[in-house]
């Protein structure tokens, strides 16, 4: 790559990223106090990562990676002033106003994975019976990846168990190559986290990934598949594939080994992605999977493509829709609550996919 292109890439990936420059602050300093009427929801998020716990604890969990799993779970408030789509989060100087602001309130740590999976189940049976598992993206911190999870569970209407399966990201424009040895370090502590699911009172169990994670995401059913196990005893209910930063030929051979699925995964793609053309870039000018423009090859592979070309997105690269889309993560989220088979999922996704003509 001539070295002005490598330059250019560069530059823009300073700017670019699945994740907005925060101070990556969880918790902050004393919260002001707020009236229930200015708060638009309280959230209990579980969490499995293989993120290093921080020597900041304002941070909770860094970006350095742990050989083994670490649990919590955070509750987060999400503000009466709140606007779908949106993440209202706190700037430097600004007082943790949980009437303004996104706010974790309370992050409570699980040292063992018995004492995880027993509060984890007690909110399963509480909640019917469903768990969806968030798995972020590129250059996404902690803090992002557990605000991000809150804001699609509260948009969505999700009623059940949200569960962020975090991996270390290094949460900087600059460390891609790090986030991608980062993802495939991951690849088992997901089986595991599933794995923990399926043996849970959980009836289904939803998966929604987002660009770099849907790599390991699929890399992760590939290996169940192997095993034998490949829709965790029959739990697995629908995975959405968002703008995934997968190379195309990847994910076909991904897909062949894993076979077609008994309930076609969802994949949203888009071909203003800015982001994910520049991560072809750096891949040798190779599509990525999220921009790919062949929907109807990738449709024989066992997935329902939903092209959102024509949907606007809200950050400047257009990798967000899924989630910062009003309508789309509304969407999103009625077709996750569909129990009744396929005809009723089915009439769901032609709404989302009419959504991009």
């Not at 190559?177 to 923990?196: F, G, I, N, P």
Request: glycine fraction near 8%; hydrophobic fraction near 40%.
């Amino acid at each position: 790559m001539p070295l002005k292109k490598i330059f250019t890439v560069v530059l823009a990936l300073f700017v670019a990223g699945c994740a907005g420059s925060q101070t990556q602050e969880l918790l902050g300093s004393a919260m002001v106090s707020a009236p229930v009427t200015e708060i638009a929801g309280n959230h209990s998020i579980f969490i499995a990562t293989t993120r290093k716990k921080s020597d900041d604890p304002n941070k909770v969990f860094d970006g350095e990676r742990s050989a083994t799993l670490n649990y919590a779970r955070v509750n987060v408030t999400v503000p009466g002033l709140h606007k779908t789509g949106q993440i209202e989060r706190r700037s430097r100087g600004k007082s943790d106003d949980p009437a303004k602001y996104f706010m974790a309130s309370e992050v409570v740590g699980y040292d063992t994975q018995p004492k995880f999976s027993s509060a984890l189940n007690a909110d399963i049976a509480a909640r019917g019976g469903r768990v969806m598992v968030f798995v972020h993206g590129y250059n996404t911190g902690f803090d992002a990846a557990v605000y991000r999870l809150t804001q699609i569970v509260h948009d969505s209407g999700y009623p059940g168990t949200p569960v962020l399966f975090s991996w270390a990201s290094g949460a900087r424009t600059t460390d891609y190559v790090y986030d991608k040895e980062s993802a495939s370090a991951a690849r088992d502590q997901l089986e595991v986290t599933l794995r923990m699911l399926e043996q849970s009172g959980a009836r289904r169990i939803d998966i929604v990934a987002h660009s770099l994670g849907t790599w390991v995401t699929m890399e992760t059913l590939r290996q169940m598949a192997i095993t034998g196990d490949r829709d965790l005893g029959g739990k697995l209910g629908d995975v959405v594939l968002a703008s995934p930063d997968i190379d195309v030929d990847v994910f076909k051979s991904q897909m062949r080994r894993y076979g077609k699925p008994d309930k076609p995964f969802i994949l949203l793609l888009s071909d203003d992605d800015r982001a994910l053309r520049l991560s072809g870039l750096i891949a040798g000018s190779r599509p990525r999977v999220g921009d790919y423009k062949d929907a109807a090859d990738l449709a024989s592979y066992g997935v329902t493509v939903v092209d959102l070309s024509k949907v606007k997105g809200s950050d400047s690269f257009n990798h967000t829709k899924f989630a910062d889309n009003p309508t789309l993560v509304k969407m999103i989220g009625q077709r996750l609550r569909e129990d009744d088979g396929f005809a009723s999922d089915r009439d769901v996704t032609d709404r989302i996919g009419l959504l991009g003509q």
